[in-house]
């Protein structure tokens, strides 16, 4: 960290060279949320105070970090991805125990949700271990500490917690026997993680960060992540990082919704278990574009969720049309997309097309393949809302995936302009 005077320029140059943070991804005033609450907390009066403050303290780079990451996770999140792993390493033979990695793997729903899935699949405790790494402190206490409200059950689908949690103060706790196969340890995807280097892992899950990093530094990661996986590993992304691995030599499992990938080289492992499955599509992010309009309500440690507002959209949404608008978000989050975008339809003919639902569908015809329906009902929201930033966004990286990379570009300067306005 040298240089600098502690512009809003600096800190955000100095955000991306520690953890990969692209301010276009996040919106610029997530960072300076970020930035004041830890302004707040040291008792400085200016940027340029804490510039200078982080320069000596060390620690304070951490807070810094603890306090700008997005932490949004849930109990299996994206459930197909947890079948896809469960049948790839069915299909490896058991000589030694598996090695898994969730990176990064936030307050810990994402390492207990493999380790549960394996549990439930017949594996033993002594088949696998999951290592988790996370560049937060805080998220790592979180997950260690594994209490977990609602914010971390979603889905219609509970059974798993009657089976492996216990009820407790504050939430649910899982098991032992599942806590036991997770370590958490201290790490930053960019950077060499000690133990994580000696061995490369049988699954590695790099899912919803890769959104967070711009073009060069995703192609760092998919490097890194690279030298981690096994030559015959399972890769599974995040719904919109989709498009990435097959730019940098994995084949898609062709396993609808799990978003996993084998090297282009190594045989897609569900592909050839079940010959004749459905043609890979590339599946965007039905996930909130980070930093933008979170789906529910904030949990304990999610310091943006429902932070921002979609932009432009000054009026909040009325109750009854909010009720399809949620029903149409819940479902899509759950990868039923007919029923979220006839959520969204029905939105629409009651109360006219809005920014939210026409963004919806467009993300519904996304998730299905249909880029150019997509690409059509994004660019509709954004004629309402020409701030929206999560059809911005999706749009962006629905040009990038498409090779549009100038209308990517400019889609990312909208974005970074947004940023600097002051929406939040
Ligand atoms: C949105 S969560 C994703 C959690 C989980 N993988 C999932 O998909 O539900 C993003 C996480 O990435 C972590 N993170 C951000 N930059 C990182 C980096 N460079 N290395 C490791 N973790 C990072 C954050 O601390 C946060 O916990």
């Not at 955000?15 to 990969?20: N, W």
Request: proline fraction near 7%; charged fraction near 25%.
């Amino acid at each position: 960290m040298t240089g600098g005077t502690g512009s809003a320029r600096d800190f955000e140059g100095l955000l991306q060279e520690m953890i990969g943070l692209s301010s276009a991804s996040v919106g610029a005033s997530v960072i300076r949320h970020a930035l004041a609450r830890r302004m707040a907390a040291c008792a400085l009066p200016d940027l340029h105070a804490y510039w200078a403050h982080l320069t000596e303290h060390r620690d304070e780079r951490q807070e810094l970090i603890d306090c700008v990451v997005v932490p949004e996770t849930w109990f299996f999140r994206d459930p197909e991805a947890f079948g896809a792993v469960t049948e790839h390493l069915r299909m490896r033979g058991r000589g030694r125990p598996f090695r898994l990695l969730s990176l990064p793997c936030s307050t810990g729903e994402e390492p207990y949700s493999v380790a549960m899935a394996l549990l439930d699949a017949g594996f033993a405790k002594e088949d696998f271990i999951v290592e988790a790494v996370d560049v937060s402190i805080r998220n790592l206490a979180y997950a260690q500490r594994a209490i977990y409200g609602r914010n971390s059950f979603r889905g219609a689908d509970l059974a798993f917690r009657d089976r492996h949690f216990e009820a407790c103060d504050g939430g649910f706790r899982p098991h032992d026997r599942v806590r036991h196969q997770v370590r958490f340890t201290h790490g930053n995807l960019l950077e060499p993680i000690g133990f994580a280097e000696r061995q490369p892992f049988d699954v590695v899950f790099c899912r919803n960060l890769l959104i967070y990093f711009d073009r060069e530094t995703q192609g760092r990661a998919m490097e890194r992540l690279g030298a981690l996986l096994a030559p015959d590993g399972l890769l599974l992304v995040g719904p919109g990082e989709s498009g990435l691995p097959s730019l940098h030599g994995y084949a898609s499992t062709r396993r609808p919704r799990a978003f996993a990938f084998t090297r282009a080289a190594a045989p897609a492992a569900a592909a050839e278990a079940k010959p004749g499955t459905l043609r890979a599509r590339r599946r965007p992010s039905l996930v909130p574009a980070p930093g933008l309009t979170a789906t529910r309500p904030p949990a304990p440690l999610k310091p943006f969720a429902r932070r921002m507002p979609p932009g432009g959209i000054a009026a909040p949404v009325p109750d009854a049309a909010g009720d399809d608008l949620a029903a149409a978000r819940d479902a899509a989050d759950a990868g039923r997309f007919g029923e979220a975008r006839r959520a969204a339809e029905r939105h629409a003919t009651r109360h006219g097309p809005s920014p939210e639902s026409l963004y919806v569908i467009g993300l519904t015809h996304d998730a299905e393949g249909d880029a150019a329906q997509a690409a059509g009902f994004y660019r509709k929201a954004l004629y309402l809302a020409p701030e929206h930033r999560e059809a911005l966004a999706h749009l962006r990286l629905l040009l990038q995936r498409q090779g549009d990379h100038a209308g990517a570009s400019a889609l990312a300067r909208r974005l970074a302009r947004l940023g600097g306005k002051g929406d939040a």
